[in-house]
């Protein structure tokens, strides 16, 4: 009686019908930027314009609604996050970083994967992924070029691994901030939840590369001397950002213990950083900020709080809730492995966006959700392995690749989507497989109430 009641409702409440259609087309809009030319930002910003003046036509939603739907915790700690690292970058603390790891393998090259994946990994555990292979592509390619080796095992390598070093943490990835913040999940929480999962992804990976890459690993590479590259420009800067990275992760463990959030935790180590950094401009430092993307998420968080407010996605739940409560740990593998395929196809956000209003409505209901919420991130954040497209941090390893075979005429150099397929996909699938097992074996811990 329930759903037939809910079903009427939605053909005859025209309130939920329009905004299902302004969500249905912003997120079109979004997924196909690479083919009509426009930023996702711009769609999610018309997006959430629409929906503020629509929703107040129709009476269910309105400017004072749409900031209260804003979740400004993420858009705090991603902020801070991003101003920390811009700070960090022009030390050359992370070239120096990278130098020293090739100069200590000393030519042999699976080794080399292993040093410079495992740096990687653990950066994204508290740096967003793209930051990370921004930073560590164009060294690899320098590295790689001084061995006289081929750069796409490790390009290719460095995406993976930066994804999956992401799902760890609170603050690895954006969905893992929304679902943290939605969920009330504490630092020490999705550590400890995840950690496992990511360290056997990560040797999955790992293994996979050297299966796959058996032949460039075999290559006896040039001998060179890297020890005297690399050297840190600006040492108190550089250290200070180590030390107040240190003090933000004893913070983060803590914080549900203080009372705070995660953003102001971020905020507390981006002025420490600032005042015992004296050489930080300020103002330069805020450019290297991308606003566009701190955009898209409050514009996100607007659009899909209007669909929330015309309770058509209550009405998607309803669907869903049958299923959840007859079988969790069968809808929670099948959630993972439906937001890995369509985070392999499309972004991963917005997808992030639309499923948390939906768990958090079962959730109102009574259903323990708690499973869903970690299937989700592990979903989300695994599923960008699967494609060239999957991620941002993807992408911009592509492009690396494609200006690197044009410049030096390689074209083997180029990661073409085939290439990801062959090598990178099943990289995927092999971490969600081995995260399936590992959700099934510990259900019970994965299914026990967060608080």
Known sequence: ??????????????????SAIILIASFVGIFTEGVHGFHRTKFAMAG????????QYFGFYNPTKAVEAIDWNVVFLLGGMMTIVAIMIPTGGFQSLAY?????SRGRLFLLMVLLGTAVTVISLLLDNVTTVVIFGPLIILICQALRVSPVPYLLGAALLSDTGGVATLVGD??????????????????????????????????????????????????????????????????????????MVVLFIFHHAFGWEPWFV??????????????????????????????????????????????????????IRPFVE?????????????????????????????????????????INVTPLWWALAIGVGMGGNGT????????????????????TGED???????????????AMLLTLFTSSIIMWLFFDFFKTPIH
Do not use: C
Not at 330 to 356: H, K, R, Y
């Open 326 to 366: 007859s079988d969790l740990l069968l809808a929670s593998i099948m959630l993972m492995w439906g937001a890995a395929i369509l985070s392999a196809m499309i972004d991963n956000i917005p997808f992030t966006a639309a499923m948390v209003p939906i768990i958090l409505g079962m959730e109102q209901q009574g």
């Open 1 to 18: 009686m329930e759903t037939q009641a809910l079903t009427e409702t939605l053909i005859w409440n025209n309130s939920m019908t329009v």
């Open 174 to 247: 954006p969905p893992n901030l929304m679902i943290g913040s939605a969920a009330n999940i504490d630092f020490n929480t999705f550590l400890t939840h995840m950690g496992g999962i990511v360290f056997v992804a990560w040797l999955a990976i790992l293994f996979a590369q050297k299966v796959l890459f058996k032949k460039e690993l075999a290559i006896k590479p040039h001998q060179q001397d890297f020890s005297e590259k690399g050297e840190i420009t600006d040492k108190r800067t550089w250290y200070a950002s180590l030390a107040v990275l240190a003090v």
């Open 266 to 319: 971020a905020a507390i180590g981006l002025t420490l950083l600032i005042f015992i950094g004296r050489a930080v401009e300020l103002d330069r430092t805020f450019q290297s900020v991308e606003l566009s993307l701190l955009m898209f998420f409050i514009s996100l968080f607007i659009l899909v709080g209007g669909v929330e407010q015309s309770h058509f996605l209550e009405y998607l739940g309803q669907y």
């Open 388 to 407: 060239h497209l999957g991620s941002t941090a993807n992408v911009f390893i592509v492009t690396l690749s494609e200006r690197l075979a044009k410049e």
């Open 412 to 426: 083997s150099y180029r990661i073409t989507p085939g290439l990801w397929f062959r090598k990178g996909t099943p």
């Open 48 to 55: 959430a314009g629409i929906m503020i003046l629509v929703g």
């Open 100 to 104: 020293r790891i090739a100069d200590y």
